[in-house]
């Protein structure tokens, strides 16, 4: 069993940054392949960006590639999403999520576990 917590979430403006958490209980979160999805309202959950368990390769949705940074702490066991050059289309519901058995994961059903959410809103 393993719970997620998301932390970071909030109101910036439009070309503003926001560092977003995931704090992960129990002590096998480097066996851990983690992700980050997005709900913006009314629309599906959506893939954002993903890191391995096995080497921290990373893979990002288009949509925030070169500007969305995914990482993580294995001694913390936390992972993070910076994200910079924010715009009105990243307002959404962030959620992190952690799957046991793929090395990189874009799909959600494939997730074991889910966080709650954060909220992020940009203003324009």
């Known amino acids: 069993q393993v719970q997620l917590v998301e932390s970071g979430g909030g109101l910036v403006q439009a070309g503003g940054s926001l560092r977003l958490s995931c704090a992960a209980s129990?002590?096998?979160?480097?066996?851990?392949?983690m992700g980050w999805f997005r709900q913006a309202p009314g629309k599906e959950r959506d893939f954002i960006a993903t890191?391995?368990?096995?080497?921290?390769?990373?893979y990002y949705a288009d949509s925030v590639k070169g500007r969305f940074t995914i990482s993580r702490d294995n001694a913390k066991n936390t992972v993070y999403l910076q994200m910079n050059s924010l715009n009105s289309e990243d307002t959404g519901v962030y959620y992190c999520?952690?799957?046991?058995?793929?090395?990189?994961?874009?799909?959600?059903?494939?997730?074991?576990?889910w966080g709650q959410g954060t909220q992020v809103t940009v203003s324009s």
């Open positions: 890191i391995s368990r096995i080497d921290g390769r990373t």
């Open positions: 999520a952690a799957d046991a058995t793929s090395i990189l994961c874009t799909r959600s059903y494939e997730y074991d576990y």
């Open positions: 129990g002590r096998t979160f480097s066996r851990w392949t």
